[in-house]
T-cell receptor
Framework: GEDVEQSLFLSVREGDSSVINCTYT??????LYWYKQEPGAGLQLLTY?????DMKQDQRLTVLLNKKDKHLSLRIADTQTGDSAIYFC??????????FGSGTRLQVQP | DSGVTQTPKHLITATGQRVTLRCSPR?????VYWYQQSLDQGLQFLIQ???????AKGNILERFSAQQFPDLHSELNLSSLELGDSALYFC???????????????FGAGTRLSVL
């Protein structure tokens, strides 16, 4: 199947690191993506990782990919209240349209 | 701003009615995707068009149809609406970089459909 799974909720304090986890079943995707959805808004691409990479860093964002376990994570350093949103991991199985996880709602406490 | 425009932002209609949602992709993007986001089903792919032709189908009901016009804008038609069709409908456009395999989808702000 083409399932992507995420935990539903994460609460952190401002300034802490957030780690959002995702597992997927289809290993054929060349890239895996993280999208962010703020209330009332569409999905915004945050970052992506090529499937032959283990890690990608982009300012406060770090993506880790464990292909053996089919596990993807997104770490947000120095989390701010503006980071409160729903985060989706997504993959395009076989270059088709994106299959999204259920989304993880990140709540940042001041 | 993603460059993808969806209209209208909100639609309120009654069961049994038909509505049309419109999407204008980013300049130069040939692919348009439609997704449905609902509380119980999450984000689900409905259908994809590439340069005017249907490319892939997802969980799209037979009551729903779409098309992409020569100017590349797309419309999603929803008919015989039911209460369960109430959802956010997103359009995305993309440019596929064949050598690298990178296919970034840019999403519009969505159309919120309420069926009463």
């Amino acid at each position: 199947g083409e399932d992507v799974e995420q935990s539903l909720f994460l609460s952190v304090r401002e300034g802490d690191s957030s780690v959002i986890n995702c597992t997927y079943t289809d290993s054929s995707s060349t890239y895996l993506y993280w999208y962010k959805q703020e209330p009332g808004a569409g999905l915004q691409l945050l970052t992506y990782i090529f499937s032959n990479m283990d890690m990608k860093q982009d300012q406060r964002l770090t993506v880790l990919l464990n292909k053996k376990d089919k596990h993807l994570s997104l770490r947000i350093a120095d989390t701010q209240t503006g980071d409160s949103a729903i985060y989706f991991c997504a993959q395009p199985p076989g270059r088709r349209a994106l299959t999204f996880g259920s989304g993880t709602r990140l709540q940042v406490q001041p | 701003d993603s460059g993808v425009t969806q209209t209208p932002k909100h639609l309120i209609t009654a069961t049994g009615q038909r509505v049309t949602l419109r999407c204008s992709p980013r300049s130069g993007d040939l692919s348009v995707y439609w997704y449905q986001q609902s509380l119980d089903q999450g984000l689900q792919f409905l259908i994809q068009y590439y340069n005017g032709e249907e490319r892939a189908k997802g969980n799209i009901l037979e009551r729903f149809s779409a098309q992409q016009f020569p100017d590349l804008h797309s419309e999603l038609n929803l008919s015989s609406l039911e209460l369960g069709d109430s959802a956010l409908y997103f359009c995305a456009s993309s440019f596929f970089d064949r050598p690298s395999g990178l296919n970034i989808q840019y999403f519009g702000a969505g159309t919120r459909l309420s069926v009463l």
